[in-house]
């Protein structure tokens, strides 16, 4: 648990050197209390909502996001093509997904993929299904084929 | 720009009266601070746009730009931004409590509503 | 323009939306007059907590409007301002015109003299905090006023009552990991433009609504009252006084050291880094009143039930 | 810089620091202490300054120690010096007599808040007063209203609450107002600063904009001082709220609005301009007359004392703005004096007034039966401040009063002299309506809870309206002081700038 | 080139307002209000670009964020409206029809 | 490589704005909430990124480069959070999907059909 909030605490440090540009001593240290300060404030928020997300960044996450951006452009030009189609050809399913992934992480890094991808949309999470509106039959059985399934639950989060 | 003469000032002043009208004419208390913060933003338009020099730069130095639009303004309306958003909330507040004291908001019915009492109840 | 429908529109929920949509056209207007301070002071004001509020509000109210009747007499009393206006505007330098007398008699002296005197690129930073710095003080005084004004209205209820009704929302997984995620980065870029307002857009006032905003989406996702023990009502009084007593206090002390009241060059030998100094410890003053006191105004529209 | 150099500050930092100290120390009793050597030790600050400002002439202080045009800066002339006092004077004085009532009028998890307000709303006048700068007094004035529009809604009828709903409204509208003025100011002058305004105006005085300005500042500014048509929202507020407050801001709020009034129509645009260029003279005389007639009568009709003083508030503006419009030294003298007395008559009407409420819990007519008796030293204080209102000799008001009418017959008008009298005579039937139930109309036997139980306010409560009281008629007596300064500061003022 | 991409961008937000304006749903304006929100942020980073204006892209993040902000608020509070408070699709129908004059 | 970054930044730019306007008119044609959020959807996740990138590639600060770079992460995280929570939003609210085989998706008159389908839920 400590090592996540070091884990925070680099990466809210990366964030803050990247974002400010300036480095002078004065500012680093006020950087530096600022990190220290909504490190703090994280852990004090975990004691209380009892919900800490543990996050495991780890360089998958890049494989996986060039991926999803593949998928992305794909289904892009499946809705633009509809969008424009005169007859707006529209089969709109809402069906439900069972679903493997456990871990709260895992399953909202899955959700929002799905959501991501438009075309499809999820509309609620359970403990073991989804529930998703998708504009066809074919976003669905993509999804039932359940390639971004496994790909989510190998970035092991 | 300067063609565009005083054309920024009468949209500013558009704006205003849009939001006076609001003031006034409605009835609902909380679309009266929507128009009064809608009146209110107004003046901050034509504030800002007297505050524009033409070609000018956002006032922050900057190595090569010679001229800075004129910063006063924005301080003020920074100023009174602030003390918008405190009015706003002070009365949003006061609706919150006239609507639990008269179970409305609207101006026509609290007045059927209070005038009757006017006799008893006081101080 | 969007101001018209929102006069029109008569379900105050929309309006709250379309206010909002307002501001950020009003904000992007400001950034094209070169108010990037102003803009960022708008946006986050005119979108976030004028929405936020209004919203909280409408939640105690109801939402649905009364048909509203349309006096003549408030068509005329717009009318003869409106005129008055015009009438005003018409002779008033033209827009843009680098020649007017409001940027060559006071403003020309912050420009060139600002960024040395006051010692920041960011002139805007330099004349609210020093230049005008009674002014920034009583702008703090007058958030604190807006939050006990509010205090003193609706109180804060506390304990245990406040238990938000459980709803979709209240157990949103998606949105509750996606809250936490995010939650350290707003508050760290909030802090971030408390600190850069030297240089850039930003400064106190603004970054006290960032910080503010992220508290007040953590409770609007988490509910349960969550935000009230992270951050206890006690606590936040206390921070908002304490806010303006640092202001005051900056003051205070270049009384002491001789000077006049909020001369910043009295807080070290050399003037210009005195300046410094003062901004930043003022700045800091105004962030910590600002957030503590959204967030106060904020529990005290969320912490009350409505009733019927 | 000794301590006298930075007392121009000290007036209004005292109060607004304390601020926080009251919320942050807590305690109902802690909160009314430290307010109460805050605004004790501002008026002695206040004092030593009127005292330095009356031999030494203005007073400049540069706030940040930036030369005035960029910097802001406070300047405080005797008039300013002289409104201050009063400001300060009757909150140091309310303050005495806040402890009980408030006790008895507020809930207690309000009291520490209520009292951080109150302190907010002096701080917010006393900066009013000193400032020399527009876009100061503009948050000065926020700072002021924002916090009384929260201690009118705290009354316990639930008319407090639209009351200080109207008043938000409408003394928005008035804020906004001035500042569109000040902005149209700004583009013609380029400068904020009220003595380099002054110096800059009379060179673009003859434009529209100018013209244009003017109106929007007479208009906010009348707003905020409820000067005849735009006076709805104040007898509600006065009437709703809690005890303390109503004295407070009947003797003070409405006093620093007409400084500011005076000090925008004088000091900045320049007497020929306001009264010469634009008919304004013409049109405050008017508004002025109707106002004290309206609003006497108005008075005159009312069941609730509270409502009735708050009626007869519009109608004393009327007298000043009639003063003020008169646009000659002894007009503008009547006014200053008048704005002085009347803080004082209505600082004892209306805390004598807190003090019966807080023994019957109610401001009707009725309830004031036999009162007389039961409550000697509150009501014959109240009877003091009556008279005083009416202008009756040996008291304030009637110095005040003679003055006006001096004025008016120098300028030949007679019929305004007539109109003044008129309301003199308005005045003396409401007060003798509240006397007349008083004194000689025995309580009926039913009478809700005036039982026997009833008795004298306790002393903290009696003693401020005697202190009120007492300086009505000493002031009526001894001239000097205050014939003294308002001369003083009329002629500065009708004399270009100070 | 920027100007192509920012017509692109005006169009869409006028369109995702007429949406808003039309409603029907509180959704969809909320939706449309969305779209619109992040519209502005894409306007304010592109044009800023083109315009060189400073900071933009510290207002362009701010924007990102209310927008998601707001969007969230909008939906915690109206699930606390009474079902009988949502707005009958008819009056706003015909108070839009006067608005967009 | 100058001239090729051009070009690729043009590229993201068009076709960006392109799928933009698309998205846009998704928005209005689509015949309910639910369709409209895919609609939606095109211009968050596609349009917006290429838009972004596009001006990436025209940036030369470093420090811009990696604030536009936050901007594109934030708005990918909360574009699909919010249209997730939308929908969920409008589901518990009442409102039912219009699924395949429903005949008002023929009509092609997606308005009426629109405010039919929402009266009848509400």
């Not at chain 3, 070169?34 to 708008?42: K, P, Q, W």
């Not at chain 4, 009028?105 to 309000?110: C, D, L, Y």
């Not at chain 5, 949406?19 to 449309?32: E, H, K, Q, V």
Request: proline content about 4%.
């Amino acid at each position: 648990m400590d090592r996540y909030y070091a884990y925070i605490l680099l990466i809210l440090g990366v964030f803050w050197l990247l974002l400010s540009g300036h480095y002078t001593p004065l500012l680093l240290s006020l950087g530096g209390g600022s990190v220290a300060v909504v490190v703090w404030f994280m852990w004090r928020i975990d004691r209380i909502d009892g919900e800490p997300f543990v996050i495991h960044v780890t360089l998958r996450v890049i494989g996986y996001s060039f991926w999803l951006f593949k998928e992305v452009v794909k289904a892009n030009i499946d809705v633009a093509s509809r969008i424009w189609d005169p007859n707006m050809p529209l089969a709109p399913v809402w069906v439900r997904l069972d679903t493997t992934v456990s871990t709260p992480l895992e399953k909202t890094t899955y959700a929002n993929s799905i959501t991501l991808t438009p075309g499809t949309l999820t509309t609620d999470v359970e403990d073991d299904h989804f529930m998703v509106h998708s504009l066809s039959e074919e976003g669905i059985e993509d999804l039932r084929r359940g390639e971004m399934e496994r790909r989510v639950r190998k970035l092991g989060i | 720009m300067i063609e565009i003469g005083h054309y920024n000032y009468w949209v500013a002043i558009f704006l205003m009266m849009a939001g006076f009208y609001v003031v006034i004419a409605q009835g609902n208390l909380v679309k009266k601070l929507v128009g009064l913060s809608l009146f209110q933003t107004s003046v901050f338009i034509l504030y800002i746009s007297m505050g524009k020099v033409a070609d000018g730069a956002p006032p922050i130095q900057t190595p090569g730009v010679e001229i800075y639009s004129n910063p006063l303004p924005h301080v003020l309306i920074l100023t009174a931004i602030v003390v918008g958003v405190a009015t706003t909330a002070v009365g949003l507040a006061l609706v919150v409590r006239i609507r639990e004291s008269y179970g409305t908001v609207e101006e026509e019915e609290i007045h059927a509503m209070a005038q009757p009492a006017d006799e008893k109840g006081e101080g | 323009m969007v101001a018209i429908a929102v006069i029109k529109q008569r379900n105050l929920f929309t309006i709250a939306m379309l206010t909002g949509i307002y501001s950020f056209l009003t904000a992007g207007l400001f950034m094209d007059l070169d108010a990037v301070d102003v803009a960022f002071t708008e946006a986050a004001v005119g979108a976030g907590v004028t929405t936020v509020l209004m919203l909280s509000a409408l939640r105690l109210v109801g939402s649905q409007q009364r048909p509203t009747r349309h006096p003549a007499i408030a068509l005329l009393v717009v009318g003869v301002t409106g005129a008055a206006l015009i009438y005003g505007t018409l002779d008033a330098p033209n827009f843009g015109d680098p020649n007017a007398p409001a940027h060559t008699h006071v403003a020309p002296r912050y420009i060139e003299q600002g960024p040395v005197e006051v010692g920041m690129p960011n002139m805007v930073t330099a004349v609210l905090a020093s230049y005008r710095g009674h002014d920034t003080l009583g702008e703090t005084v007058v958030i604190l006023t807006a939050g006990l004004a509010v205090l003193l209205l609706l109180g804060i209820q506390s304990g245990p009552e406040i238990q938000h009704n459980v709803s979709a929302m209240g157990r949103h997984m998606v949105l509750r990991v996606m809250v936490k995620l995010l939650l350290p980065f707003i508050l760290l870029f909030g802090l971030y433009v408390q600190m850069h307002g030297d240089f850039g857009a930003g400064g106190g006032f603004q970054a006290g609504v960032i910080v503010a905003t992220g508290f007040v989406l953590y409770d609007l996702v988490f509910g349960e009252g969550n935000l009230r023990k992270v951050l206890p009502t006690v606590w936040l009084t206390r921070i908002a006084a304490i806010g303006v007593l640092i202001y005051g206090g900056v003051g205070v002390f270049s009384l002491f050291a001789g000077h006049p009241f909020l001369d910043y060059s009295a807080l070290a030998d050399d003037p210009v880094h005195g300046q410094h100094l003062g901004v930043l410890l003022v700045e800091a003053g105004v962030g910590l009143t600002v957030f503590s006191t959204v967030l106060i105004i904020f529990y005290a529209f969320s912490g009350r039930r409505r009733q019927q | 810089m000794s301590l006298m150099d930075n007392l121009p500050v000290l007036v209004v930092i005292l109060p607004l620091l304390a601020t926080p100290l009251v919320l942050l120390l807590g305690g109902f009793g802690r909160a009314w202490a430290i307010a109460t050597v805050a605004c004790w030790v501002t008026l002695a600050a206040t004092a030593a300054l009127l005292q330095r400002v009356s031999v030494e002439g203005p007073v400049s202080y540069r706030l940040g120690n930036w030369a005035p045009p960029w910097g802001i800066e406070y300047r405080i002339d005797l008039m300013g010096a002289y409104v201050l006092l009063i400001v300060v004077a009757i909150a140091a004085l309310v303050l005495v007599f806040a402890r009980q009532s408030v006790e008895k009028e507020i809930t207690a998890e309000r009291r520490v808040p209520f009292f951080a307000a109150y302190l907010l709303v002096v701080a917010g006048l006393a900066g009013i007063t000193v400032t020399g700068d527009a876009f100061n007094l503009f948050v000065f004035l926020e700072i002021s209203s924002l916090a009384s529009y929260a201690l009118i809604s705290l009354g316990r009828d639930r008319r407090a609450l639209t009351a200080a709903f109207q008043y938000l409204v409408m003394g928005t509208i008035g804020a906004t107002f001035f500042i569109i003025g000040v902005g149209f100011l700004y583009m013609m002058t380029g400068t904020l600063n009220m003595m380099d305004l002054a110096e800059r105006l009379p060179e673009v005085a003859d434009t529209r904009m100018v013209r244009a300005a003017f109106a929007f500042i007479v208009v906010g500014l009348g707003l905020k001082l409820a000067l005849f048509p735009l006076h709805m929202w104040m007898p509600d507020a006065y009437a709703y709220s809690p005890s303390v407050v109503s004295a407070l801001l009947a003797a003070t709020a409405s006093k620093v609005a007409v400084y500011a009034l005076l000090r925008f129509l004088f000091t900045i645009f320049g007497l020929e301009f306001a009264l010469g260029d634009v008919p304004l003279d013409l049109l405050l005389m008017a508004l002025g007359l109707i106002g004290i007639l309206f609003a006497s009568l108005v008075a005159v009709f009312q069941e609730n004392v509270k409502r009735m003083l708050a009626y007869s508030s519009v109608a004393q503006i009327g007298y000043i703005v009639l003063g003020i419009s008169l646009a000659n030294t002894t007009g503008v003298t009547a006014s200053i004096l008048h704005l002085f007395n009347h803080a004082l008559m209505k600082g004892a009407l209306f805390l004598a007034l807190g003090a019966v409420v807080y023994r019957i819990g109610s401001a009707r007519i009725q309830d004031f039966h036999g009162l007389g008796y039961k409550m000697p030293w509150t009501m014959a204080g109240f009877v003091i401040g009556g008279l005083s209102l009416i202008g009756v000799p040996p008291t304030a008001g009637f110095i005040s009063k003679w003055f006006l009418v001096t004025a008016t017959l120098e300028q030949n008008l007679w019929p305004v002299a007539v109109v003044v009298l008129v309301g003199s005579i308005l005045a003396l039937i409401y007060v003798w309506r509240v006397v007349e139930a008083a004194y000689f109309i025995k309580p009926a036997s039913q009478g809700i809870d005036q039982a026997g139980d009833v008795s004298e306010a306790p002393l903290s409560l009696v003693l401020p309206v005697w202190v009120l009281a007492a300086a009505n008629i000493w002031f009526g007596i001894h001239t000097d002081l205050s014939l003294g300064i308002a001369t003083r500061a009329s002629a500065a003022l009708l004399g270009g700038a100070p | 080139m920027y100007t192509a991409a920012v017509i692109a961008i005006l169009v869409t937000m006028v369109l995702s307002l007429i949406r808003a304006f039309m409603g029907p749903t509180i959704y969809d304006r909320m939706l449309a209000a969305n779209v619109f929100g992040t519209k502005t942020v894409l306007l304010i980073a592109i044009g800023g670009h083109a315009l060189s204006w400073t900071s933009f892209l510290d207002v362009a993040l701010l924007y990102a964020m209310l927008n998601f902000v707001g969007t969230i608020a909008i939906m915690r509070f109206f699930e606390y409206v009474d079902p009988e408070e949502v707005p009958s699709e008819d009056l706003d129908e015909a108070s839009d029809a006067g608005g967009k004059s | 490589m100058a001239a090729s970054l051009e070009i690729l930044s043009w590229f993201c730019f068009l076709v960006g704005g392109g799928l933009c306007i698309t998205g846009g008119v998704g928005v209005l044609r689509f015949p309910d909430f639910f369709t409209r959020v895919h609609a939606a959807s095109v211009t968050e996740t596609l349009a917006t990124p290429l838009l972004l990138i596009g001006l990436m590639l025209q940036l030369d600060n470093w420090l811009d480069l990696v604030k536009a770079l936050y901007v594109l992460l934030f708005v990918l995280i909360t574009g699909p959070t919010a249209a997730h929570a939308l929908a969920k939003g409008a589901l518990h609210h009442g409102s039912k999907p219009v699924l395949s085989g429903d005949p008002k998706l023929q009509t092609g008159d997606s308005e009426s059909n629109n405010r039919e389908d929402e009266s009848s839920n509400s």
